[in-house]
Structure formats: C-alpha cells, structure tokens
C-alpha cells in the first residue's frame, strides 16, 4: 500500500469513530473529506500542482475535527500537529510532510496559500460544501437550529462567504457553476 492509501484508510477508521460518536450519525467522508479529496485532484491536474501532497493535505486537513482535538477555531493549527505525528509514524519524509503541514495549516481560505498545493487543498475545501448541499441543510437544521424562515439567508450567507474566500483563479473558473447553485438552491 502506498502512503496515500495507507493515510485514506487512518482517516476512514477516525471518521467512523466519530460517526459512532455524534448524535446526527455524521459521516464526514462522505458528507465532506470525499469531496475535499477529489475537488483538489482536480485542482492539482488544472494548475499542475503535485499531486501526492494535495492528496495527502486534502486527507489531512480537518483530522483536528474529526478527532476532536481542541476548538474548531484552532482546527488547522491542531491539525498540523496531529498530521506531523501521524505522517512520521508511517516514516514519510521529512521534506515532503512539511510540504502536507502547509496543506493543513493555511487549508481555511484560498487566500492564505502560501504554494500551489496549499490553494487545491484550500479552493477544494470550498468547492466541497457546494458538492454536498445536503450536509449544510444538516448543518443548518439540526445542528445550528435554523428555522425554515431564515434557512434561505444563511445559506446565502455561506454561499457568498466561501466563494469570497476562493483564489482569484479558482473563483473565476467555478463563476458559471457558483451562479447556477445560487440559482437553484437559494432561488435567486
Ligand atoms: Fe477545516
Ligand atoms: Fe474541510
């Protein structure tokens, strides 16, 4: 098994802890990592990034989330750090886990990229919540609360936030897509 299958199968068994865990029986595989995982290889393709770190990255990104380890304000520095033990207990070079790290800390906007690798994983985590509608409907009604009167504006406002902090490049390529979704889910 290469590194890539090898960290796909840690972060499956965590997120099937924590689906046993939470009370909507929330599967971030395949509500959100999934999409993560394959927005950013199509990222990685488009602006030639290297692949095997956006995989990785995208894998890793939201590990804090996923084992709880402390505030979700604090998910990608926690990350970093869950990520640089898991990586080096399967022996992955030194050079390249910081390559992942970098994925993982600056993972919260596309306009934190520091690298290539950093915006697929960034831009791709999203491109992710337009994948999965359905997830933020969850979000709204059964973990926030929302009334079906003010489910229309907070979705807008999610909408408008994550396409705010797409890269310049990506916000460009996802214009025709992002205006078609508002379209149809917010009736705009
Ligand atoms: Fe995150
Ligand atoms: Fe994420």
Redesign the pocket.
């Known amino acids: 098994m290469d590194i890539v299958d090898l960290i796909e199968k840690y972060v499956k068994k965590e997120i099937e802890i924590y689906k046993q865990n939470s009370e909507d029986n929330y599967d971030f595989w395949n509500e ?1 990592i999934k999409y ?1 995982y394959l927005e950013s290889q199509k990222l990685a393709c488009q602006y030639g990034a290297d692949l095997e770190i956006v995989k990785l990255g995208a894998l890793l ?2 590990i804090a989330l996923i084992r709880k380890v402390g505030d979700k304000k604090d998910h990608h520095i926690n990350g970093e750090m869950l990520a640089r033990e898991i990586l080096k207990s399967y022996n992955y070079p030194e050079e390249k886990t910081n390559r992942v790290l970098s994925c993982v800390h600056n ?1 919260r906007s596309g306009k934190n990229a520091a690298n290539l690798e950093d915006l697929c994983v960034a831009d791709a ?1 999203i491109i ?1 919540h337009f994948d999965s509608i359905p997830m933020l409907f969850n979000l709204a009604y059964n973990r926030f609360h929302i009334g079906l009167n003010e489910v229309r504006d907070w979705m807008k406002k999610c909408f408008e936030d994550d396409y705010e902090d797409l890269s310049d490049r990506t916000k460009e390529s996802f214009k025709e897509k992002y205006r078609v979704i508002c379209d149809i889910v917010l009736g705009e």
């Open positions: 959100h993560v990104h939201d993972h985590d992710a």
